[in-house]
């Protein structure tokens, strides 16, 4: 599972070399007038929550810090992203975790572990990658970007599977 994650964050890395800071911080219309940063921030956010969720045994997304930095700069996103990974490296996945969501109506606190939460922040970050795609392709035609960024393996699997 962490080199999974390892392997997500080194196509975001692939992809941030590429984006000015100009590029990474425009308000696009294809995707809302978001950005790309504003969603490398999030993303980039729930492995650095995840992390310090595992300090603390209690890992609660919806209190994350917002960092601005990750929002505008490739190289803050850059250096965040390879801390992250150097991290991911050495997880215990067994550990017992406790979550916090934010439900419209209510607050819940359900038992997790580091491997559940590896597997929930990939899937966000693959999810998070099919719309950076959309605006990378639709706004940066020169920016090179693999078939599978922001596919999920299970379909990619099944693609494969297809094609054979």
Do not use: W
């Amino acid at each position: 599972m962490n080199h999974s994650n390892i392997a997500v964050l080194k196509q975001l890395n692939e992809l941030l070399t590429q984006l000015s800071d100009t590029e990474y911080s425009a308000a696009l219309p294809i995707i809302s007038q978001n950005t790309i940063g504003k969603h490398v921030r999030h993303i980039l956010e729930f492995y650095t929550c995840l992390i310090t969720g595992i300090e603390n045994k209690s890992v609660d997304y919806d209190a994350r810090k917002r960092n601005l930095e990750l929002e505008n700069y490739t190289e803050k996103a850059l250096e965040t992203s390879n801390f992250v990974s150097n991290i991911l490296l050495n997880l215990d996945k067994k550990t017992e975790l406790e979550l916090f969501a934010t439900l419209p109506h209510d607050r819940v606190k359900l038992a997790s572990t580091v491997e559940r939460e590896l597997l929930y922040v990939l899937e966000h970050t693959i999810h998070h990658f099919a719309i950076i795609k959309i605006a990378v392709k639709n706004e940066f035609p020169h920016v090179k970007i693999a078939d599978e960024f922001g596919v999920a393996y299970a379909t990619l699997q099944h693609q494969e599977i297809i094609t054979n």
